[in-house]
């Protein structure tokens, strides 16, 4: 059974479940694949907050705790239905904590996929722009690997970033968080400003590279921009571990 | 935490948990209520089926069995994304297993909450259509409870009920089970002509008495009829007692 942890945010973990649950064509519900949808968002710290130091507590451990509890609960393979987490000072945490615990569990990277799937489907050297939280842009959490794979990342700068990107995401009153369909258009025009510039910087490519983008990406006008998605990428690696561990029992 | 056991179908489960989300209105992550939704649809057999007598196996003990690990996984209160699961054949039969394994989870009754909904909401006496699967309608699922409350229910007759509701609902190939978002042309007209079939015998509402139903609602043309949503009224009730348990924690 597979594992998704949501709650952070809980529409982003709704979403992961729904692209595993439509990516398998079934006829009757029997066939559908199994999973647990943890959606315990009290206790985790925000990401991007502990990433920019404002709060302590990193939130890796209160996310180590509930993958073991799915595991507990029968769990083989798990992911993680946000991107910030995903940063290494985070998931190295989630790591650790399993590690400690004598976990079984198969962790599957969403950046790690999402590189996989840029080298395998990008033109080589492509530029790339990426819409992410504040906390990511600083970790180079995206553009990192994605430079050592030899791409080239259009920098938005930490300015535009916060303005256009973030805020789109977290504003307490509009953001993405409060109100995503339809998403308000003080939500809107930020993040069709940012395609823009990364349209006219030369990308070739956007990395929709937090969960709740996906979210509200279909309202706003991409350009033609090819789609990097990584909560996609990572539902189908999700379910190539479950078949593949399913062939093997 | 809330107990959510779906997979039956899983769109249905995935429905539920979104009304939970939605329904609660907060601006930040850490203040959305605690689920779990499970989905593990592959040990379930078909309620319609073992209600028609066409499986021997009781749907009841895996549903049981899945609320089971909710509870050890710290879940206080649970609630079931099917309606049909509530027949009684079925529903008595969880609550048997969960009080053999001295279970202490609260289960809400989605049904027994829609009857409650109905009498503080609708006129006394009204006529009520239903469009529920062919194993809630030979069991009298929702009609009965709603007669007894004093509702008066237009019968649509097996027939139609077959083919009208249930096919919309379970059609191997155009069925809502495999294509919800848009539905299917097929189904829709076959709902189309049940909700005209209610109104004309003189319906004032109609129960959108099969989980699935709710996916696809939108997408026809309810002629004013007053919409009973009993996976919308389970959310709230489950809500409810998430935060009246909550105070007195």
Known sequence: MIALIGGIGPLAGLNLARIITEQVKVNRDQDHHPWILMNQPGLIPDRTEFLLGKV???????????????????????????????????FERIREVLKEEKSMIKLVNAIDEMVKYSEENLVQGEKIGILNTTGSYMNKLHSGPLRKAGFEIV??????????????????????????????????????????????????????????????????????????KPMNILARSLLESYLSEDQTL
Chains 1, 2 share one sequence.
């Open 56 to 90: 302590d507590i990193n939130p890796g451990d209160e996310i180590a705790r509930q993958i073991l509890i799915c595991e507990r609960a029968g769990c083989t393979i798990a992911g993680i239905a946000c991107n910030t987490a995903h940063a290494p000072l985070i």
């Open 155 to 228: 920098d938005i700068g930490l300015e535009k970033q916060k303005k256009l990107i973030h805020e789109a995401i977290y504003h307490p009153d509009w953001g993405i968080k409060v109100q995503a369909n339809p998403a308000s258009d003080e939500t809107l025009t930020r993040l069709q400003d940012a395609i823009n510039f990364y349209r006219q910087n030369g990308a070739g490519a956007v990395v929709l590279a937090c969960s709740e983008i996906s979210l509200v990406i279909n309202q706003i006008d991409c350009q033609g921009l090819n789609q990097i």
